[in-house]
């Protein structure tokens, strides 16, 4: 098995690996001064005379359903989804290098417009169909169809053309050029749904009894308490040594509690405050920062809102009246992480873009602007989720907002039903987060900006993203990425469709006795080789 270069031609795979990958030239020093919490290199698997036990998760928020692209990241039911489906390929951003898992391999055109897949020979779903080309090809036509609601279905949409070459080869035509197209496949859109099967279950029943040719089958699930997963005997990877139990647990700092006190082998937390106290109890995981992982989502006008979001003043004036350092700083998070730009300074291909700055007065000026023309009040209602860090952002920020002549209210709603909002448009404000990898942050930025995009829970319709997004997909090596989101940067600072507050501090800590995870993008964790270390 060899690994898939990000970009194309076998005749410089080494030289395109190094461009396409995006292996950066930055000074590491640039990065933020933050020792990260990164597992451990550990090539052990499973093996049969290691099966047994069960390791128990507590997420963040939990897989809402096994529909297609429903688990694309790992803050939201990623492990899950791919515990069950797995997935074509996986990046390794130890290597930064995508690396084949269903996929044998995953060739492309000079041009980065024409991507043609080799699948595994001998790979079987859970109910023991074959899983073929033709499979790979309904996938992508289930997350192009809006029905599906997919967080994927952005990226897939700029497939133009799947086309089955034989029974274990796709040929993918993209709309226009995308030189990491490999992300694609490395997330939900890489979970591959057998055609015969989910045709005969339809789409309702499918959600809650998934077959899928990842490691587990699904043994129970309770929405937004308990999924529980068995090992699949039949596993192409196998053998599969455990169960897994996924329990929704409110909060980092319950959750942190929970694996402290032994009550689940595996945590999900979210915020450098909780990552902090894991290294201090020396705990072991894997850290990610996510780029715009921290932010203000504001209402554009999706699902038929027509309030003062829609006028482009009152989004910069909330832009420029948050004090990011100091609201982390009163959330006990880093306040090196606070940020008003799209790009954290520790990604790749961070080249000293910059947000919208501080700036009260500024902030004042417009909030008074709008209500002398439009007799508005002031009033705006911010959502936020009932965990605790959540709630105090929601107080603090409130703050910031009425000293420049906002007048908000603070709503607070369940962590699944704040982000079932934000997906429908049920919203005015709302404090959210991006879910970034740093693989290819050009994608998850696409999936927010753009019209009609799976992210796009602020409803921005703008053409100058889309001329910007398709500037930086195109990009070929890091030099000109770099040009490129800096342009897209200075868009957004201009149409302002959401506030970014900082960078999210991702950690998932993992027992001393589990062996055999492994992550890919967007802190998913793959369970497939795990193992309990007696």
Same mark, same amino acid.
């Given at each position: 098995?060899?690994?898939?270069?990000?970009?194309?031609?076998?005749?410089?795979?080494?030289?395109?690996?190094?461009?396409?990958?995006?292996?950066?030239?930055?000074?590491?020093?640039?990065?933020?001064?933050?020792?990260?919490?990164?597992?451990?290199?550990?090539?052990?698997?499973?093996?049969?005379?290691?099966?047994?036990?069960?390791?128990?998760?507590?997420?963040?928020?939990?897989?809402?359903?096994?529909?297609?692209?429903?688990?694309?990241?790992?803050?939201?039911?990623?492990?899950?989804?791919?515990?069950?489906?797995?997935?074509?390929?996986?990046?390794?951003?130890?290597?930064?290098?995508?690396?084949?898992?269903?996929?044998?391999?995953?060739?492309?055109?000079?041009?980065?417009?024409?991507?043609?897949?080799?699948?595994?020979?001998?790979?079987?779903?859970?109910?023991?169909?074959?899983?073929?080309?033709?499979?790979?090809?309904?996938?992508?036509?289930?997350?192009?169809?809006?029905?599906?609601?997919?967080?994927?279905?952005?990226?897939?949409?700029?497939?133009?053309?799947?086309?089955?070459?034989?029974?274990?080869?796709?040929?993918?035509?993209?709309?226009?050029?995308?030189?990491?197209?490999?992300?694609?496949?490395?997330?939900?859109?890489?979970?591959?749904?057998?055609?015969?099967?989910?045709?005969?279950?339809?789409?309702?029943?499918?959600?809650?009894?998934?077959?899928?040719?990842?490691?587990?089958?699904?043994?129970?699930?309770?929405?937004?308490?308990?999924?529980?997963?068995?090992?699949?005997?039949?596993?192409?990877?196998?053998?599969?040594?455990?169960?897994?139990?996924?329990?929704?647990?409110?909060?980092?700092?319950?959750?942190?509690?929970?694996?402290?006190?032994?009550?689940?082998?595996?945590?999900?937390?979210?915020?450098?405050?909780?990552?902090?106290?894991?290294?201090?109890?020396?705990?072991?995981?894997?850290?990610?920062?996510?780029?715009?992982?921290?932010?203000?989502?504001?209402?554009?006008?999706?699902?038929?809102?027509?309030?003062?979001?829609?006028?482009?003043?009152?989004?910069?004036?909330?832009?420029?009246?948050?004090?990011?350092?100091?609201?982390?700083?009163?959330?006990? +998070? %880093? &306040? #090196?992480? =606070?940020?008003?730009?799209?790009?954290?300074?520790?990604?790749?291909?961070? *080249?000293? $873009?910059?947000?919208?700055?501080?700036?009260?007065?500024?902030?004042?000026?417009?909030?008074?602007?709008?209500?002398?023309?439009?007799?508005?009040?002031?009033?705006?209602?911010?959502?936020?989720?009932?965990?605790?860090?959540?709630?105090?952002?929601?107080?603090?920020?409130?703050?910031?907002?009425?000293?420049?002549?906002?007048?908000?209210?603070?709503?607070?709603?369940?962590?699944?039903?704040?982000?079932?909002?934000?997906?429908?448009?049920?919203?005015?404000?709302?404090?959210?987060?991006?879910?970034?990898?740093?693989?290819?942050?050009?994608?998850?930025?696409?999936?927010?900006?753009?019209?009609?995009?799976?992210?796009?829970?602020?409803?921005? +319709? %703008? &053409? #100058?993203? =889309?001329?910007?997004?398709?500037?930086?997909?195109?990009?070929?090596?890091? *030099?000109? $990425?770099?040009?490129?989101?800096?342009?897209?940067?200075?868009?957004?600072?201009?149409?302002?469709?959401?506030?970014?507050?900082?960078?999210?501090?991702?950690?998932?800590?993992?027992?001393?006795?589990?062996?055999?995870?492994?992550?890919?993008?967007?802190?998913?964790?793959?369970?497939?080789?795990?193992?309990?270390?007696?």
């Amino acid at each position: 098995m060899r690994r898939i270069p990000t970009a194309a031609a076998a005749l410089a795979i080494t030289a395109l690996a190094l461009s396409a990958c995006g292996s950066s030239e930055a000074d590491p020093a640039a990065a933020a001064d933050r020792d990260t919490l990164t597992m451990p290199a550990d090539d052990a698997r499973c093996t049969e005379n290691k099966a047994g036990g069960t390791i128990t998760m507590g997420t963040y928020v939990m897989l809402p359903s096994f529909s297609p692209g429903q688990g694309q990241v790992g803050v939201r039911g990623g492990a899950e989804s791919a515990a069950v489906y797995d997935r074509l390929v996986r990046w390794d951003a130890r290597t930064e290098t995508f690396e084949p898992k269903l996929a044998e391999s995953l060739e492309s055109s000079e041009d980065h417009t024409v991507w043609t897949l080799t699948l595994r020979e001998g790979v079987t779903f859970s109910n023991g169909d074959p899983l073929t080309a033709q499979d790979v090809a309904f996938t992508m036509g289930l997350h192009k169809d809006p029905a599906t609601r997919s967080t994927a279905m952005t990226d897939v949409q700029q497939i133009e053309r799947t086309r089955v070459v034989d029974p274990l080869t796709v040929e993918f035509t993209l709309a226009e050029p995308w030189s990491t197209f490999p992300v694609l496949l490395a997330g939900s859109a890489g979970e591959v749904i057998p055609e015969k099967a989910y045709t005969e279950a339809g789409p309702e029943k499918w959600a809650r009894e998934p077959v899928g040719a990842g490691a587990f089958t699904l043994a129970s699930y309770t929405p937004n308490q308990e999924i529980v997963l068995e090992p699949n005997p039949d596993y192409y990877g196998g053998p599969v040594c455990l169960t897994l139990r996924f329990i929704q647990i409110p909060g980092s700092q319950s959750t942190l509690e929970a694996f402290q006190n032994d009550e689940v082998e595996v945590a999900f937390l979210r915020g450098s405050k909780f990552a902090d106290m894991a290294r201090e109890a020396d705990a072991q995981g894997y850290e990610e920062i996510t780029s715009a992982g921290r932010l203000i989502y504001m209402n554009n006008g999706a699902a038929g809102y027509d309030g003062i979001l829609t006028d482009q003043r009152a989004r910069r004036a909330v832009t420029h009246a948050i004090d990011r350092e100091l609201l982390l700083g009163r959330l006990g +998070d %880093d &306040p #090196a992480q =606070a940020t008003s730009a799209l790009l954290a300074d520790s990604s790749r291909f961070f *080249d000293g $873009q910059e947000g919208p700055a501080l700036d009260v007065e500024r902030a004042t000026e417009l909030v008074t602007e709008l209500k002398q023309e439009t007799g508005w009040d002031g009033s705006l209602t911010l959502l936020v989720s009932d965990v605790p860090e959540n709630r105090e952002a929601g107080i603090v920020i409130k703050a910031m907002l009425d000293a420049v002549g906002f007048d908000v209210t603070v709503e607070v709603a369940p962590a699944s039903a704040a982000s079932a909002r934000q997906f429908t448009g049920d919203y005015e404000m709302a404090i959210g987060g991006l879910a970034t990898s740093d693989a290819d942050p050009a994608s998850t930025l696409a999936s927010s900006l753009m019209p009609g995009g799976a992210l796009n829970v602020s409803g921005v +319709d %703008d &053409p #100058a993203f =889309a001329d910007a997004i398709s500037t930086l997909k195109a990009a070929p090596d890091v *030099d000109s $990425q770099k040009k490129a989101y800096t342009d897209l940067q200075e868009v957004h600072n201009e149409v302002a469709p959401y506030a970014v507050l900082g960078n999210g501090v991702e950690l998932v800590t993992i027992d001393e006795s589990v062996r055999g995870i492994s992550p890919t993008t967007s802190s998913t964790m793959l369970f497939d080789g795990a193992f309990i270390e007696e």
